[in-house]
T-cell receptor, first 114, second 112 residues
Framework: GAGVSQSPRYKVTKRGQDVALRCDPI?????LYWYRQALGQGPEFLTY????????KSGLPNDRFSAERPEGSISTLTIQRTEQRDSAMYRC????????????FGSGTRLTVV | AQRVTQPEKLLSVFKGAPVELKCNYS??????LFWYVQYSRQRLQLLLR??SRESIKGFTADLNKGETSFHLKKPFAQEEDSAMYYC??????????????FGRGTQLTVWP
């Protein structure tokens, strides 16, 4: 697609429910990244993929968080048994791979856990 | 450990005045540095890459390895420059870009 697309834009869920956030990267982009941003803070790294391989998941806060990119394109970030502290903006980005290009970000998904 | 520091959370200037947004980094390797901008209610957008040494919207940023800084500058600020600015440090994984470390951001307000 023309840009990085994230869905849904807004998600309100009850504590204890599972949520799945979707990211559709720019066509042909090798790398896909997930970040989380709390109010007043910079984006915080969660995980990233090159093609379908998860390269680094060191930023996932605990085992309730997981991500996949099975065909090297669309990715899903899943949060199980959501807690109020999971409320944040979740941002996805993609990159062609070459270091100098940086990332292109999507609009984000605002998750609110009530 | 890798770290990006943006010491000013808020910065206000008048239109036409020079502006400098400070960024310092901590990294033992060769850094890949970026500035991202977020205008009100819009997505994060790449503004500058240090490797390209470009000028975008009148902004420039020079990497100073001795001072480990990558300050963003513009000689004459415009009202439309009002936005949140994030400095980011990239870590290479082989030849590809791994994670970015972001600073906490500086909210720039340009008054008329």
């Amino acid at each position: 697609g023309a840009g990085v697309s994230q869905s849904p834009r807004y998600k309100v869920t009850k504590r204890g429910q599972d949520v799945a956030l979707r990211c559709d990267p720019i066509s042909g982009h090798v790398s896909l990244y997930w970040y989380r941003q709390a109010l007043g803070q910079g984006p915080e790294f969660l995980t990233y993929f090159n093609y379908e391989a998860q390269q680094d998941k060191s930023g996932l806060p605990n085992d309730r968080f997981s991500a996949e990119r099975p065909e090297g394109s669309i990715s899903t970030l899943t949060i199980q048994r959501t807690e109020q502290r999971d409320s944040a903006m979740y941002r996805c980005a993609s990159s062609p791979g070459q270091a100098s290009y940086g990332y292109t970000f999507g609009s984000g998904t605002r998750l609110t856990v009530v | 450990a890798q770290r990006v520091t943006q010491p000013e959370k808020l910065l206000s200037v008048f239109k036409g005045a020079p502006v400098e947004l400070k960024c310092n980094y901590s990294y033992s390797g060769s850094p890949e540095l970026f500035w991202y901008v977020q205008y009100s209610r819009q997505r994060l957008q790449l503004l500058l890459r240090h490797i390209s040494r470009e000028s975008i919207k009148g902004f420039t940023a020079d990497l100073n390895k001795g001072e480990t800084s990558f300050h963003l500058k513009k000689p004459f600020a415009q009202e439309e420059d009002s936005a949140m600015y994030y400095c980011a440090l990239g870590v290479l994984r082989g030849s590809t870009l791994g994670r970015l470390y972001f600073g906490r951001g500086t909210q720039l307000t340009v008054w008329p």
